[in-house]
């Protein structure tokens, strides 16, 4: 049974930071592409950051280049968002994903999470 399940989300105020974990389970983690995407209410899940098998290439988005990282752990199946300087915009629901492909779009992720919120305050 395929698990992606994210924790470390909360509220944090604006220039705060947090750091996001998404621990897989049912599938070879080293095997995908691991993402992390958000979603803010009222609007379409976005891309955030995107790392390789290894961790070796890393991608993200124009918005958060510089003050977020994603890095894994293949030993522990687990994915990791460190983010800084945080904005009261980028509040919403955090989701890892897993997929097999270089990509922004949500539809190339084949297993997702059921999402960890955050809050920033103005």
């Known amino acids: 049974q395929v698990q992606l399940v994210e924790s470390g989300g909360g509220l944090v105020p604006a220039g705060g930071s947090l750091r996001l974990s998404c621990e897989a389970s049912?599938?070879?983690?080293?095997?995908?592409?691991m993402s992390w995407f958000r979603q803010a209410p009222g609007k379409e899940r976005e891309f955030v950051a995107q790392?390789?098998?290894?961790?070796?290439?890393?991608y993200y988005s124009d918005s958060v280049k510089g003050r977020f990282t994603i890095s894994r752990d293949n030993a522990k199946n687990t994915v990791f968002l460190q983010m800084n300087s945080l904005k009261p915009g980028e509040m919403g629901v955090y989701y890892c994903a897993a997929g097999s492909r270089i990509s922004t779009r949500s539809t190339d992720s084949d297993y997702w999470g059921q999402g960890t919120q955050v809050t920033v305050s103005s």
């Open positions: 790392s390789s098998r290894r961790g070796i290439n890393t």
């Open positions: 049912g599938f070879t983690f080293s095997n995908y592409k």
